[in-house]
C-alpha cells in the first residue's frame, strides 16, 4: 500500500474542507466548551495523520480514545452523521497505535533519566521555591563535576544527602547550601517516589525514534499516552508535555519545509501548560513553537478557550477549528467576540453568532491555503472519525500491547551503577578507613576528593557511550539539554 500526502478533508460545510499536509507543521488550535466535540475533532485529525503516514503523539486524558486500533460501527451517531454528510464512500477502519503510560499500566512505560529532566524541569514538577531550585541546581553541579550518574530518584536522594552531609567541603567552591533547602527537597523526592514517580525515572529511557514509527502498510503510529491518572497532577502532566516537546525541538534535525509533518504533537488541556506562567516562559515557549516548525512538528493546541493561549503563541496557529462556545454572562460574551476576531473575516458569515450556535460537531474552520494564507473561515460539520469511539476493554488493551514491536523493550528495568551505588560504595569505604582509624582529615572523601573528578568524568562518558537508551549520551550533551529546558523555564536567575 502506498500513501500519499494528499489534501486531508477534516470538515464539510458548503464545500469540502481539506487541510494540507505541508501547512500542516504550522500548527493549529482546537477549541471549544465541554461537549462540543473536541476530542472527536482530535481523533478525525490523528486518524487523517495517521492515514498519511505522519505519526502522531497525544494523551488520552479523559480515556475514551483508546478504541482507535478498532474499526468503527458502533455508533449511531456517527452513522447518522455519515448519512447527514452524504458520504457515500465512507468506510470503518482502525489505525495502528501503540499505549504508553507514566505509571507503565495502561501501556510500555515512559522512563526518563533524572539527568535528562534536569534541575529547572524536576524543580517545576517538585514545585520548589526560588532557593530551594538553586540548591537542586547545585545538586546536579556537583554530581556533574564529580563524575556520578543521576539516572533515577534514589540517585538524586542519594545525592542531595551527600551534598547535605558535605555542605562545608561545597562552599568554596558552590557557596552556601542550605541545610533546609536539602531537607526540603529530600521530602518532596520522597512525596513524589510515594506518588509512583519513581517508575517515570531510570532506564531503559525513551527513545524518541520510537515516536515516529510507521506500520507495514506506511501508516503514521498514534501514539497514545494514558493520562487519566496523570491528570491527578495538573502542573506534572503539563511540565512532562512541555519536556517531550522540548526532547524533539533538542533532538530532531532540521528540515525546512517538508512536504508532511515529520509529526503532529497534540496538548489537550492546554490552559494547563500557560496557567500563571511567567513571561520569561510564555516568551521561551512561543520561540519553541515558532522553531520546531523547522523540525517538520506541528504542535496543535487543544483547549476550551482560544483565550486559553497567550497571544504570542495563537498567533502562531494557523490551523484553526472552534467548536461552540457559551456566553451565560458578559465575560462569556467577550471572550466569544475575541475568539470571532482571531479568523479571516467572512462576509458572508456573522461569526460571533455562530460561535454560539454551533451544535455537537459542527464548527468554524480556517486553515492555510498552499500560501500559507488562512482562508476564509467557514462553519461545517466535522467529518465523522472511522475507528471505534468505544474504548478498549483491558483484554483488547492488553492484546494491541502484546502485539507491538516495542512490546518487552520498555518493560523491562535497566539499573545500572550510578551515583546511588557510587556513594553507597563511598559510604562504606569511609566507614571502612574510620574503623581502622585511617580516615583522612576534612571530612567525606578527605584529600582523595580532588582527584576523583576528572577519573569518575572520564568513567561517566564510558558509561553513557555504552548506554543505546541514552538519545544524549554525553555530559556536554545533557547540559545542553537542561539549558534548552532552563531558558524554556525562564530559569536564568536562582
Known amino acids: 500500500m502506498t500513501v500519499t500526502a494528499g489534501p486531508m478533508p477534516i470538515a464539510i460545510g458548503k464545500k469540502e474542507i481539506a487541510l494540507l499536509p505541508g501547512m500542516a507543521n504550522r500548527h493549529g488550535l482546537v477549541a471549544g466548551a465541554t461537549g462540543t466535540g473536541k476530542t472527536v475533532t482530535l481523533r ?5 495523520f495517521s492515514a498519511i503516514g505522519v505519526p502522531v503523539f497525544l494523551a488520552d486524558v479523559k480515556g475514551d480514545l483508546s478504541g482507535i486500533p478498532l474499526p468503527g460501527g458502533d455508533n449511531p451517531k456517527v452513522v447518522e452523521r455519515v448519512k447527514l454528510l452524504g458520504l457515500d464512500d465512507f468506510g470503518y477502519e482502525g489505525y495502528p497505535v501503540t499505549f504508553w ?13 533524572v539527568s535528562e529532566m534536569g534541575p529547572l524541569l524536576l524543580g517545576r514538577i517538585l514545585n520548589l521555591n526560588e532557593i530551594q ?21 534514589k540517585d538524586l536522594r542519594a545525592m542531595a544527602q551527600y551534598v547535605g552531609e558535605n555542605t562545608g567541603q561545597f562552599r ?53 499516552l494514558a493520562a487519566s491518572r496523570l491528570m491527578a497532577s495538573p502542573a506534572a502532566y503539563a511540565t512532562f508535555l512541555l519536556f517531550l516537546l522540548s526532547e524533539l ?34 516568551s521561551k515557549i512561543e520561540q519553541v513553537v515558532r522553531l520546531i516548525r523547522s523540525k517538520g512538528v506541528g504542535v496543535y493546541f487543544v483547549t476550551q478557550n482560544p483565550l486559553d493561549v497567550p497571544e504570542t503563541v495563537l498567533g502562531q496557529l494557523g490551523n484553526r477549528v472552534q467548536h461552540a462556545l457559551r456566553a451565560f454572562t458578559p465575560k462569556d460574551q467577550k471572550a466569544v467576540k475575541a475568539a470571532a476576531e482571531t479568523f479571516r473575516a ?48 483491558p483484554e483488547e488493551r492488553t492484546r494491541v500491547l502484546r502485539d507491538s514491536v516495542l512490546h518487552g523493550h520498555y518493560e523491562r528495568v535497566v539499573d545500572r551503577e550510578s551515583a546511588y551505588e557510587k556513594l553507597k560504595e563511598k559510604a562504606a569505604q569511609r566507614q571502612a578507613e574510620e574503623s581502622a582509624g585511617g580516615a583522612a582529615p576534612g571530612g567525606a572523601g578527605g584529600g582523595r576528593q580532588a ?13 553513557l557511550a555504552k548506554s543505546a537508551a541514552h538519545a544524549i549520551g554525553s555530559q556536554i550533551g545533557r547540559q545542553i539539554i537542561r539549558g534548552v529546558l532552563g531558558s524554556i523555564l525562564g530559569g536564568g536567575k536562582r
Not at 44 to 48: I, N, P, S
Not at 101 to 113: A, I, Y
Not at 270 to 281: E, G, I, S, V, Y
Not at 356 to 385: I, Q, W, Y
Open 44 to 48: 478525525v485529525l490523528a486518524e487523517r
Open 101 to 113: 503510560d507514566l505509571f507503565g499500566e495502561q501501556g510500555h512505560p515512559v522512563r526518563t533519566t
Open 133 to 153: 531550585s538553586g540548591v537542586l541546581a547545585l545538586v546536579f553541579k556537583i554530581a556533574d563535576d564529580n563524575g556520578l550518574l543521576l539516572l533515577d530518584l
Open 172 to 224: 568554596t567552591q558552590y557557596g552556601n547550601i542550605a541545610a533546609a533547602s536539602v531537607g526540603a527537597i529530600q521530602r518532596t523526592l520522597l512525596a513524589l517516589e510515594e506518588q509512583g514517580a519513581d517508575r517515570f525515572f531510570g532506564e531503559p529511557a525513551l527513545d524518541l525514534q520510537d515516536l515516529l514509527q510507521t506500520d507495514p502498510q506506511g501508516r503514521g503510529m498514534i501514539n497514545i
Open 249 to 282: 525541538f533538542e533532538q530532531l534535525p532540521e528540515v525546512g519545509d517538508p512536504r508532511k509533518p515529520t509529526l503532529v504533537f497534540f496538548f489537550d488541556e492546554a490552559h494547563l501548560l500557560f496557567t500563571d506562567a511567567p513571561k520569561t516562559l510564555l
Open 346 to 393: 467572512n462576509p458572508k458569515l456573522d461569526v460571533v453568532k455562530a460561535i454560539t450556535e454551533l451544535g455537537v460537531g459542527e464548527a468554524l474552520v480556517s486553515v492555510l491555503d498552499a500560501k500559507g494564507s488562512p482562508t476564509v473561515v467557514e462553519r461545517a460539520f466535522v467529518l465523522p472519525p472511522r475507528s471505534r469511539l468505544t474504548p478498549l476493554s
Open 451 to 463: 582527584a576523583e573528578p576528572r577519573s569518575q568524568t572520564g568513567t561517566l562518558i564510558g558509561a
